[in-house]
T-cell receptor, first 111, second 112 residues
């Protein structure tokens, strides 16, 4: 099956810093999603981005499908950004949106 | 929309007992997914349905696990008998036509 690798596995920042999280995948994908799992365990949708660039406030994401990677940018980080960030991909075809998840990046933002 | 609804939010049971987890997908979504999250294995897909029909149950760990979707607005995941290694957070998610998936709050299962 498709492999999804995220880096770095852990990231510690001071409030106000910027960061870039990376997601590499081993095969062509139809769709890609970024999630934030907050300290209460909720999985929150950040971006649905099979290709191109999207921005939402301090967060933005870019997917280069031909090179099989996606990047999540967090600017001016806040303590509420802490949690685990997951990348998940869907191969398309007849898999009806079945997602394969990476192992996540654990982000800790200190005040 | 209320989003994906799961119940119960927490379940503590003893080994050997039957456990039933419930999910109500977002109205209008035709695909439903059950995932399990553990520290060791991360987030893994157990089974998914399209138009109430099970499509792929290859992720179901063993015969003790079963899932049903009797109608478009309800699904269950049952574990019988439960074992301590089944302790995990179980998520339900739904999507429309295989597009963006939305997750429920999860059920935290503890089997003693």
């Amino acid at each position: 099956g498709i492999q999804v690798e995220q880096s770095p596995p852990d990231l510690i920042l001071q409030e106000g810093a910027n960061s870039t999280l990376r997601c590499n995948f081993s095969d062509s994908v139809n769709n890609l999603q970024w999630f934030h799992q907050n300290p209460w365990g909720q999985l929150i949708n950040l971006f649905y981005i099979p290709s191109g660039t999207k921005q939402n406030g301090r967060l933005s994401a870019t997917t280069v499908a031909t090179e099989r990677y996606s990047l999540l940018y967090i600017s001016s980080s806040q303590t509420t950004d802490s949690g685990v960030y997951f990348c998940a991909v869907h191969r398309g075809g007849t898999s009806y949106g079945k997602l394969t998840f990476g192992q996540g990046t654990i982000l800790t933002v200190h005040p | 929309d209320a989003g994906v609804i799961q119940s119960p939010r927490h379940e503590v049971t003893e080994m050997g007992q039957e456990v039933t987890l419930r999910c109500k997908p977002i109205s209008g979504h035709n695909s439903l997914f059950w995932y399990r999250q553990t520290m060791m294995r991360g987030l893994e897909l157990l089974i998914y349905f399209n138009n109430n029909v099970p499509i792929d149950d290859s992720g179901m760990p063993e015969d003790r696990f079963s899932a049903k979707m009797p109608n478009a607005s309800f699904s269950t995941l049952k574990i019988q008998p439960s074992e301590p290694r089944d302790s995990a957070v179980y998520f339900c998610a739904s999507s429309r036509l295989g597009n963006e998936q939305f997750f429920g709050p999860g059920t935290r299962l503890t089997v003693l």
